[in-house]
């Protein structure tokens, strides 16, 4: 029994019914949290530097966490949205090697479920813009996130069980399958997992080399082979997209957030912040706020 989906907790955050036209064209959004799409009628597009999906009737659409990705509509677009984050005790993300946009065909009872979970959860839309860099700010997430403590706990029950329900629908994917842990060499699964279970430790490939029994130079190959990263970009990138989300949902200081993320020391923190995302973690921060 897979039980990985069992260490995350999804809670939404918004839920909508809406009709788009070609204003709805934003570039390079990455957002800490999920985005799932039912397109009702019309086209539009999803795409990044390695997928290239078209945004079609009768489909649903789901884009993971930290997942880059393009939005474009030409003419018109009516879709029912949600918005979720996801959290788990250990740091690990259901779809931490499925960063990629995810399409399947809709049943009834998936559309059912939307429209099920719009009900429960009325005016939880983007009522102000559907601009990432308007509503992705740190207090407009919190505001969205604190809406679940308000709800009767029967709604929100039920709420989080469609939820899941929709979910579930792409674990079993074949696009899903493709890059599960099945798929990977037990060995690199092992690290994975330990990477993103520890981030916080002063983690080498040295040390990962020893814990699947191999020297460095082969346990990196294999590492490359299996997830097209070399272990310490890897390692990198996970523990940024962590602070990223530290960043977005908390107060805490630059300092902790990089002895939280493995970072030795602040400026090390900063250097890297910046190679990977473009911005300072101040920028990020305030841009984000």
Not at 8 to 25: A, E, I, P, R
Not at 31 to 38: D, E, G, M, P
Not at 191 to 196: L, V, W
Request: aromatic fraction near 14%.
């Amino acid at each position: 029994m897979n039980k990985s989906i069992l260490r995350s907790t999804f809670s939404l955050l918004n839920t909508d019914y809406v009709q788009l036209n070609k204003n709805w064209n934003y570039k390079n959004v990455t957002s800490t949290f999920y985005r799932l799409y039912f397109i009702e009628a019309g086209e539009g597009k999803l795409f990044n530097a390695t997928d290239t999906i078209k945004l079609e009737a009768g489909y649903l659409y789901l884009v993971p966490s930290f997942t880059t990705c393009n939005y474009s509509c030409d003419h018109y677009l009516s879709q029912y949205y949600l918005s979720f984050s996801e959290e788990s005790a250990n740091g690990f993300s259901l779809f931490a090697l499925n960063r990629k946009i995810f399409k399947i065909k809709a049943t009834e009872n998936d559309i059912d479920h939307f429209k099920r979970i719009l009900q429960l959860n009325p005016n939880r839309g983007l009522n102000n813009s559907h601009n990432p860099n308007v509503y992705e700010k740190r207090r407009i997430l919190k505001s969205f996130g604190e809406r679940n403590e308000l709800m009767r706990i029967a709604a929100y029950t039920e709420t989080y069980g469609l939820l899941l329900l929709l979910l579930s629908r792409f674990l079993t994917s074949e696009l899903f399958l493709m890059t599960d842990h099945s798929m990977i060499h037990s060995k690199i699964a092992d690290a994975i997992n330990y990477i993103q279970t520890h981030l916080q430790a002063n983690i080498t490939v040295a040390e990962l080399a020893r814990r699947a029994n191999h020297n460095p130079d082969y346990f990196s190959r294999l590492f490359y082979e299996n997830t097209g990263e070399r272990p310490l970009t890897y390692l990198q990138s996970k523990r940024i997209e962590r602070a990223q989300l530290l960043l977005t949902t908390t107060n805490m200081a630059f300092y902790e957030i990089a002895t939280e993320t493995g970072f030795e020391n602040l400026s090390y923190f900063s250097r890297v912040f910046k190679n990977i995302t473009g911005q300072t973690p101040g920028t990020y921060k305030k841009t984000a706020g």
